[in-house]
């Protein structure tokens, strides 16, 4: 077999472009002692000696990601820098889309978080360089708010900081727990990667066709090795802007008639009495989910108009003074700042008690066969037009100094270091609201999956909306979620012989959490009063609504919104005493006042062997893991008729053992097999001892932690056949079961306030009032359940066809995953329901067809993902919530000018695939809403 060692590459416009690729005579040879194991940093990287050989380009990139796959034991799926380069990818996630079993979710046109193998961002753990860090980003309310849980957001970083991704789906010992689906290790670009002094420039222009705004992109990259090879430094530099439109309609979920004191008695649908209309109103009627009729609990329209500057650094040091000795030094920083402006239109009163949906007159409606009321006339409805805005900011920084050094020819001791931080902040979060009370002849129409909604009355004018004092809102509510970890992790290693490597290491993590919030002290409702003519000119006219939505004929196009700067002048809110706002001392922020701190404490031990010497053509390894958890939450919760502080604490541990096996029963084509025990601990938003209450327009809720939630366990089998024919060429076919043993979920009820044993005094200066129904939600503890799937992967370069054909090659896979998992819909477990696992999407599949030559190259990209559950149960009667399939086109082309200079143009969700979600097994809408097409056009230079 022989080896390669990296001579040249090239940092791309996306990212750090690290080639290698292998020569045919090593498709052919017998694997030799897998070269890629776990360093201390334990990250997936190419241990490389050997002929001199430049390759570069997208399919060499594949050569040398497939050649990491073939050699590691366990179960690792590799995207290389050019992978990540030449992908026309926005960030991480949309490059981990790639990968076999990789599944993501979208905010504001872009990827967010991922699931892998069917399972969530929470089930997924985030190591870079080696150590864990997590990201945290906030998103839209109806993309899930700001990231209170475990799962990392990838949208904080460009890909340009990282020359390699990888996804471990199978455990090892020497891999800290803490994943069921899979690990992700994102590794930067590091000086001795580059065989010579190299710098790069990039610069690209990123139009998207909603918004129709140009905005720039630019990075860089330098690195330098001293002439002994004994030091090196590089520093890379991205920094982008997008501006995008997010646009549609969102609908706040679907009620049942009953809801909310029901519809007026005057109400008349045909066929239905006013009883079968308000089903569900009077005590004892419980069977809303087949009798009750529904109805959308706030239709409505929303328009987002988003700013994003993004700014990345990454910095690396390596000294190897002798051939024994390695010392590695890496920072990484990354900014995500952005401003989000938002105009809304709502038939609010749909979602009001007392003077909202108990004095609405339905007129006359048509109800579906899933007991829908999918279009009818109203009168007597309050609207509600609304501004928001909002300054978001997330600061990520990591600092890791990585040893490894080699005792003599047998063994090598290592470690890592380090400490990461992610702070997120939303210091301005202000909305203000105008209302326009019992308005008649309101329409709305859900027979198409775009909504008819006719207000019936002008929106476009001032002079149908007040601002009233009790009724409208300025709602002040600025917050903060801060997440650190320091790592500190060694090991030993002894190679006995040729056959058999012993391993052993200890780990320790210290992770904090803390978030906070700072709402209005007199209320969001308790406003200044304004006349017709005080308010006219405090407000503008929103317009430009619904292109590329094909808007039903009657649904505004335009609306007059609050203008947020002339309010605030107005109203003075800045110094005004009313519009003061406070932390714990308010009521409704007080829940966010959250802290967690948990410390890992791990101990393991593996062994690994290749009995090819000993004639036997298996290698593989086998281990376990000791690991001990303390953790200590705080919160504010209710005792009696105060609201106090309170802290919990607990500890538990767990043995976690695992094996993997690999027989290669031709030179070509191997077997795995794998199997091992892992845990995922419960979301830290999740753990605290206190609860938030929270008033909101109509949405009331009440959510509370459960400190003593246990972690989510599994015991996992994998096995797999991999036929490498050829180098580049890759043919797989895996099968996994995961027996989850218990896991966490959200159980959701609906309850009067005045049941929830708080005081009355928490609702002052709101809306609601003590006999209000609210939402509560706790996470508890359920019975798990079996999941089960498959995955197929091709990767093919068709270079034994003639001529041009030669030059075109694919990359497929497709998997599949079902599960069957048991929801509580009662605390005391006396009712639950199957359903599969939350963020769970049954098939997933991606292609990517491409065409390279020396100079030109041209592929296409499409990445498909079937719908998934967000919340089981569901609120209000429905089954569950959830979010629809989704397909992405993308495509790239790219032209080298000279060996230095490249142009290429990316065409990124060429189709602007809508964001599609629903609630309940009958698909009622909740949110539809599309961002646009981007296209980046760029040029990069390489000296």
């Given at each position: 077999?022989?080896?390669?060692?990296?001579?040249?590459?090239?940092?791309?416009?996306?990212?750090?472009?690290?080639?290698?690729?292998?020569?045919s005579?090593?498709?052919q040879?017998?694997p030799?002692?897998?070269v890629?194991?776990?360093?201390?940093?334990?990250?997936?990287?190419q241990d490389?000696?050997g002929?001199?050989?430049?390759?570069q380009?997208?399919?060499?990139?594949?050569?040398?990601?497939?050649?990491?796959?073939?050699?590691?034991?366990?179960?690792?799926?590799?995207?290389?820098?050019?992978?990540?380069?030449?992908?026309?990818?926005?960030?991480?996630?949309?490059?981990?889309?790639?990968?076999?079993?990789?599944?993501?979710?979208?905010?504001?046109g872009e990827?967010?978080?991922?699931?892998?193998?069917?399972l969530?961002?929470?089930?997924?753990?985030?190591?870079i360089?080696?150590?864990?860090?997590?990201?945290?980003?906030?998103?839209?309310?109806?993309?899930?708010?700001?990231?209170?849980?475990?799962?990392?957001?990838?949208?904080?970083?460009?890909?340009?900081l990282?020359?390699?991704?990888?996804?471990?789906?199978?455990?090892?010992?020497?891999?800290?727990?803490?994943?069921?689906?899979?690990?992700?290790?994102?590794?930067?670009?590091?000086?001795?990667?580059y065989?010579?002094?190299?710098?790069?420039?990039?610069?690209?222009?990123?139009?998207?066709?909603?918004?129709?705004?140009?905005?720039p992109?630019?990075s860089?990259?330098v690195?330098?090795?001293t002439?002994?090879?004994?030091?090196?430094?590089?520093?890379?530099v991205?920094?982008?802007?997008r501006?995008?439109?997010e646009?549609?309609?969102n609908?706040?979920r679907?009620?049942?008639g009953?809801?909310?004191?029901?519809?007026?008695?005057?109400?008349?649908?045909?066929?239905?009495?006013?009883?079968?209309i308000?089903?569900?109103?009077?005590?004892?009627?419980t069977?809303?989910?087949?009798?009750?009729?529904?109805?959308?609990?706030?239709?409505?329209?929303?328009?987002?108009?988003?700013?994003?500057?993004?700014l990345?650094?990454?910095?690396?040091?390596?000294?190897?003074?002798t051939?024994?000795?390695?010392?590695?030094?890496?920072?990484?920083?990354?900014?995500?700042?952005?401003?989000?402006t938002e105009?809304?239109?709502?038939?609010?009163?749909?979602?009001r008690?007392?003077?909202?949906?108990?004095q609405?007159?339905?007129?006359?409606?048509?109800?579906?066969a899933?007991n829908?009321?999918?279009?009818?006339t109203?009168d007597?409805?309050?609207?509600?037009?609304?501004s928001?805005?909002?300054?978001?900011?997330?600061?990520?920084?990591q600092?890791?100094?990585?040893?490894?050094?080699k005792?003599?020819?047998?063994?090598?001791?290592?470690?890592?270091?380090?400490?990461?931080?992610?702070?997120?902040?939303?210091?301005?979060?202000?909305?203000?609201?105008?209302?326009?009370?019992?308005?008649?002849?309101?329409?709305?129409?859900?027979?198409?999956?775009?909504?008819?909604?006719?207000?019936?009355?002008?929106?476009?004018?001032?002079?149908?909306?007040?601002?009233?004092?009790?009724?409208?809102?300025?709602?002040?509510?600025?917050q903060?979620?801060?997440?650190?970890?320091?790592?500190?992790k060694?090991?030993v290693?002894?190679?006995?012989?040729?056959i058999?490597?012993?391993?052993?290491?200890?780990?320790?993590r210290k992770?904090?959490?803390?978030?906070?919030?700072?709402?209005?002290l007199?209320?969001?409702?308790?406003?200044?009063?304004?006349?017709?003519?005080?308010?006219?000119?405090?407000?503008?006219?929103?317009?430009g609504?619904?292109?590329?939505?094909?808007?039903?004929?009657?649904?505004?196009?335009?609306?007059?919104?609050?203008?947020?700067?002339?309010?605030?002048?107005?109203?003075?809110?800045?110094?005004?005493?009313?519009?003061?706002?406070?932390?714990?001392?308010?009521?409704?922020?007080?829940?966010?006042?959250?802290?967690?701190?948990?410390?890992?404490?791990?101990?393991?031990?593996?062994?690994?062997?290749?009995?090819?010497?000993?004639?036997?053509?298996?290698?593989?390894?086998?281990?376990?893991r000791?690991?001990?958890?303390?953790?200590?939450?705080?919160?504010?919760?209710?005792?009696?008729?105060?609201?106090?502080?309170?802290?919990?604490?607990?500890?538990?541990?767990?043995?976690?053992?695992?094996?993997?096996?690999?027989?290669?029963?031709?030179?070509?084509l191997?077997?795995?097999?794998?199997?091992?025990?892992?845990?995922?601990?419960?979301?830290i938003?999740?753990?605290?001892?206190?609860?938030?209450?929270?008033?909101?327009?109509?949405?009331?809720?009440?959510?509370?932690?459960?400190?003593d939630?246990?972690?989510?366990?599994?015991?996992?089998l994998d096995?797999?056949?991999?036929?490498?024919?050829?180098?580049?060429?890759?043919y797989?076919?895996?099968?996994?079961?995961?027996?989850?043993?218990?896991?966490?979920?959200?159980?959701?009820?609906t309850?009067p306030y005045?049941?929830?044993g708080?005081?009355?005094?928490?609702?002052?200066?709101?809306?609601?009032?003590?006999?209000?129904?609210?939402i509560?939600?706790?996470?508890?503890?359920?019975?798990?359940?079996?999941?089960?799937?498959?995955?197929?992967?091709?990767?093919?370069?068709?270079?034994?066809?003639?001529?041009f054909?030669?030059?075109?090659?694919i990359l497929?896979?497709?998997?599949?995953?079902?599960?069957?998992?048991?929801?509580?819909?009662?605390?005391?477990?006396?009712?639950?329901?199957?359903?599969?696992?939350?963020?769970l999407?049954?098939?997933?599949?991606?292609?990517t067809?491409?065409?390279?030559t020396?100079?030109?190259?041209?592929?296409?990209s499409?990445?498909?993902?079937?719908?998934?559950?967000?919340?089981?149960?569901g609120?209000?009667?429905?089954?569950?919530?959830?979010t629809?399939?989704?397909?992405?086109?993308?495509?790239?082309?790219s032209?080298?000018?000279?060996?230095?200079?490249?142009?290429s143009?990316?065409?990124?969700?060429?189709?602007?695939?809508k964001n599609?979600q629903?609630?309940d097994?009958?698909?009622?809408l909740?949110?539809?809403?599309?961002?646009?097409?981007?296209f980046?056009?760029?040029?990069?230079?390489?000296?």
């Amino acid at each position: 077999m022989s080896r390669i060692r990296i001579l040249k590459t090239v940092f791309a416009v996306s990212s750090a472009a690290a080639a290698l690729a292998t020569s045919s005579a090593w498709a052919q040879a017998q694997p030799e002692t897998p070269v890629l194991q776990s360093e201390p940093e334990d990250t997936v990287e190419q241990d490389t000696v050997g002929q001199d050989i430049v390759v570069q380009g997208f399919r060499a990139s594949l050569t040398s990601a497939i050649n990491i796959k073939r050699n590691q034991t366990a179960t690792v799926d590799v995207i290389k820098a050019e992978d990540i380069a030449e992908f026309p990818d926005l960030n991480l996630a949309e490059s981990l889309q790639r990968i076999p079993g990789v599944a993501i979710s979208r905010v504001n046109g872009e990827g967010r978080n991922i699931s892998v193998r069917g399972l969530g961002p929470e089930y997924s753990r985030v190591r870079i360089n080696g150590m864990e860090a997590i990201g945290t980003t906030g998103g839209t309310d109806n993309s899930g708010g700001v990231n209170r849980g475990r799962g990392f957001d990838f949208n904080i970083f460009s890909s340009d900081l990282f020359n390699s991704l990888a996804v471990r789906k199978t455990a090892t010992a020497d891999v800290e727990e803490g994943s069921l689906g899979g690990t992700v290790d994102l590794q930067s670009a590091k000086p001795f990667d580059y065989k010579k002094n190299t710098a790069v420039i990039a610069a690209a222009a990123s139009y998207n066709d909603l918004a129709r705004k140009t905005k720039p992109r630019v990075s860089g990259l330098v690195t330098a090795t001293t002439d002994d090879g004994k030091f090196g430094v590089l520093l890379s530099v991205a920094y982008e802007e997008r501006r995008l439109t997010e646009e549609g309609a969102n609908i706040t979920r679907w009620t049942y008639g009953g809801f909310n004191g029901g519809f007026n008695p005057a109400s008349t649908i045909q066929g239905k009495t006013i009883g079968q209309i308000n089903y569900g109103l009077l005590p004892g009627e419980t069977d809303v989910a087949t009798k009750g009729l529904f109805h959308p609990r706030i239709p409505g329209l929303v328009s987002y108009d988003i700013e994003q500057k993004r700014l990345g650094a990454a910095l690396s040091l390596q000294f190897q003074p002798t051939d024994k000795t390695l010392l590695s030094i890496d920072g990484l920083y990354s900014r995500l700042d952005g401003t989000r402006t938002e105009a809304q239109f709502q038939a609010i009163g749909f979602s009001r008690s007392g003077s909202g949906k108990p004095q609405t007159i339905i007129r006359s409606g048509t109800v579906d066969a899933d007991n829908n009321i999918v279009s009818g006339t109203f009168d007597a409805v309050d609207l509600r037009t609304q501004s928001r805005y909002d300054e978001l900011k997330t600061d990520f920084y990591q600092l890791t100094a990585t040893l490894d050094q080699k005792i003599g020819e047998n063994f090598k001791v290592g470690g890592v270091v380090g400490y990461s931080r992610s702070e997120f902040r939303n210091p301005v979060q202000t909305t203000v609201t105008m209302d326009a009370a019992n308005t008649n002849g309101f329409f709305y129409d859900f027979s198409t999956r775009f909504p008819t909604i006719r207000p019936g009355v002008d929106v476009t004018n001032p002079a149908t909306f007040a601002f009233t004092n009790g009724t409208s809102e300025v709602r002040i509510r600025p917050q903060t979620v801060d997440n650190s970890f320091t790592n500190a992790k060694g090991f030993v290693e002894w190679t006995v012989s040729p056959i058999v490597k012993l391993k052993a290491g200890a780990d320790w993590r210290k992770f904090e959490y803390a978030s906070t919030e700072r709402r209005r002290l007199q209320g969001e409702t308790v406003v200044t009063t304004l006349t017709g003519a005080q308010l006219a000119p405090l407000t503008m006219l929103y317009s430009g609504f619904g292109r590329g939505l094909d808007v039903p004929e009657g649904t505004p196009t335009a609306w007059v919104v609050p203008n947020l700067a002339a309010f605030q002048n107005a109203l003075n809110t800045a110094g005004n005493p009313l519009y003061a706002t406070g932390g714990v001392q308010n009521a409704t922020a007080r829940g966010s006042f959250v802290t967690v701190q948990e410390k890992d404490l791990g101990f393991w031990g593996m062994s690994e062997f290749n009995l090819a010497e000993a004639g036997l053509p298996v290698r593989g390894d086998v281990g376990v893991r000791y690991v001990k958890t303390d953790q200590f939450s705080t919160g504010y919760a209710g005792q009696g008729a105060t609201v106090d502080l309170v802290g919990a604490d607990r500890s538990y541990d767990r043995w976690l053992p695992s094996a993997n096996l690999v027989l290669d029963v031709t030179p070509n084509l191997l077997v795995r097999v794998a199997a091992a025990k892992t845990i995922a601990r419960a979301g830290i938003g999740s753990l605290t001892p206190g609860g938030n209450l929270n008033v909101s327009g109509g949405n009331r809720t009440f959510s509370s932690g459960n400190p003593d939630l246990l972690p989510t366990e599994s015991t996992n089998l994998d096995a797999s056949i991999e036929w490498y024919p050829a180098p580049g060429a890759l043919y797989a076919v895996s099968v996994f079961q995961k027996d989850i043993g218990t896991f966490v979920q959200t159980l959701s009820t609906t309850v009067p306030y005045s049941s929830l044993g708080l005081p009355d005094s928490l609702l002052a200066g709101t809306t609601a009032s003590p006999s209000d129904a609210f939402i509560v939600s706790q996470p508890v503890n359920s019975n798990g359940g079996l999941l089960r799937g498959f995955e197929v992967n091709v990767q093919q370069p068709f270079t034994f066809l003639p001529g041009f054909l030669s030059n075109f090659g694919i990359l497929a896979n497709y998997t599949y995953v079902s599960s069957d998992i048991e929801y509580l819909l009662a605390a005391n477990g006396s009712a639950t329901v199957e359903a599969p696992l939350l963020g769970l999407s049954k098939n997933a599949a991606n292609a990517t067809l491409y065409f390279e030559t020396k100079k030109f190259s041209i592929r296409g990209s499409v990445a498909y993902r079937s719908k998934y559950l967000t919340a089981v149960p569901g609120t209000e009667g429905n089954a569950y919530n959830g979010t629809n399939a989704t397909t992405n086109f993308d495509a790239q082309i790219s032209y080298n000018v000279t060996d230095s200079l490249k142009l290429s143009l990316e065409m990124i969700n060429l189709t602007d695939e809508k964001n599609d979600q629903f609630v309940d097994e009958t698909n009622r809408l909740n949110v539809l809403t599309h961002s646009g097409r981007q296209f980046v056009l760029g040029a990069r230079m390489a000296f």
